[in-house]
């Protein structure tokens, strides 16, 4: 997203109790050399004041559509002209919603909506509000717009209650903001979803991932401030906004596809759950049900993730490995198999794995392991992320 040094940034603060931290985030990014100013919805009043926002920003904090203060009681076109990025923090359920469907019945969404400026999203609520499917396909909108969402990161929340739903801390969203993570300046490739192998033309061999932990991977890569290029196979998700997206459907198509994007790349995360066979022949017809049973023959895929781990130059690789019984010893076994420099182990079939939007992950490395524990896709993401970026200086090759 690259630096923040003299952008213009106007910050909508949401009507949550996340909203006591707005001042900081106002400070941290005033901080990294942004110009920032402020304008609360109605429902922020109640959690800050004006007073606190116009001592940190320096500036006059601005609430209202009616505003005669501002010339000609224009406020939403003049924020919205100077604006290099609306940052919404905390995004509420009910702004994400109004922001979703074009609504511009206050300040806040009237400069939202007539602005050019990239529009940015710390979602901060509780944690069935943010799994309700309303607000999911609210955020998917958004995002498919090109709005970059920043978190919600996992944790206490507000209620006492666990879950996703927390704003992200005020340095983080500077730090992702600023393109200065520390990830800043590498370039990344992630695999993710499934792979399709088609039988004849309406039927394929499949399987049962659904994209969420590679999305979130990448993700939290764009969010440490990584170059991002994301190589997926089939999905209902829209694909994180800044990321490179190139979709694939076939075994043969993600190969060929990491394979032309490798180069220059310092890390390989291969989360995809690639397909090991495929149809030799797949009939140019439709299969007709003719007899008893019907035999496919099937031949191995290329392994994509040991074909880049074997190659001369190479970047620091980092494979998953998705397991039903025994997952820490088969997954030791594949980072010795591959030579990758880290794999992430997680148990399939129950209650983790696959479709859910929770996961179990522990990380192994040919000199140990790191239990990431278990939480929201994104979480463990994020966490990943920080053990590759620790390591990545050091280890690659
Ligand atoms: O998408 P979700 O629903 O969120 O589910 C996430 C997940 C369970 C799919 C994910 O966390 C995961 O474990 N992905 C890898 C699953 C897998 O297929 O593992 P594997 O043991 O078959 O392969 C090991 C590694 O080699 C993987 O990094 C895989 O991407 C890679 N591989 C495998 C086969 C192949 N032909 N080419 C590959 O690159």
Redesign the pocket.
């Known amino acids: 997203m690259g630096g923040l040094k003299g952008q213009h940034i106007v910050l909508i603060v949401g009507g949550g109790i996340a909203a006591y931290k707005a001042p900081d985030l106002v400070r941290r990014l005033a901080e990294r050399g942004a110009e920032v100013r402020v304008v609360m919805t109605r429902g922020a009043e109640h959690f800050v004041t004006a007073t606190t926002f116009h001592a940190i920003s320096h500036h006059r904090v601005y609430h209202s559509l009616w505003d005669t203060e501002t010339e000609s009681g224009m406020a939403h076109l003049q924020l919205a002209r100077w604006a290099d990025i609306v940052l919404v923090a905390p995004a509420t359920a009910h702004l994400i919603a109004e922001l979703a469907h074009g609504f511009a019945g206050d300040l806040a969404t009237t400069l939202a909506l007539a602005t050019d400026a990239r529009l940015v999203l710390a979602p901060a609520m509780n944690r069935r509000m943010w799994r309700h499917p309303a607000t999911g396909i609210n955020v998917e909108t958004l995002a498919a717009r090109g709005a970059r969402i920043l978190g919600p990161a996992t944790g206490e929340l507000a209620e006492r209650e666990s879950g996703p739903g927390r704003m992200l801390e005020p340095v983080e969203i500077a730090q992702a903001l600023d393109g200065a993570g520390p990830l800043a300046g590498k370039r990344v490739l992630v695999?993710?979803?499934p792979t399709e192998e088609p039988i004849d033309p309406v039927r394929f061999v499949g399987n049962?991932?659904?994209?969420?932990?590679?999305y979130a991977v990448a993700n939290a890569a764009l969010n440490a401030g990584a170059e991002v290029t994301l190589v997926s196979g089939p999905t209902a998700l829209a694909p994180p906004s800044g990321a490179k997206l190139i979709p694939v459907r076939t075994?043969g198509e993600m190969a060929k596809a990491v394979d032309e994007h490798i180069a220059d790349n310092e890390l390989f995360i291969?989360?995809?759950?690639?397909a090991?066979y495929t149809p030799k022949q797949p009939a140019k017809d439709k299969i007709k049900k003719t007899g008893k049973t019907l035999t496919l023959e099937l031949v191995r895929?290329?392994?994509?993730?040991a074909e880049v781990a074997a190659a001369k130059k190479r970047p620091y690789c980092v494979?998953?490995?998705?397991e039903t019984t025994d997952v820490v010893e088969h997954a030791r076994a594949?980072l010795r198999e591959?030579k990758l420099d880290l794999i992430c182990a997680?148990r399939?079939g129950d209650e983790h794995?696959?479709?859910r939007e929770d996961?179990a992950l522990v990380a192994i490395s040919a000199d140990g392991e790191t239990d990431l524990g278990h939480g929201s896709?994104q979480v463990l993401a994020e966490r990943l992320i920080a053990l590759i970026a620790e390591r990545l200086p050091h280890e690659s090759g």
């Open positions: 695999t993710a979803g049962r991932s659904s994209g969420r932990m590679g075994a291969s989360v995809a759950a690639v090991d895929t290329p392994d994509i993730l494979g998953f490995a998705a594949k591959k997680n399939v794995g696959f479709g996961n896709k």
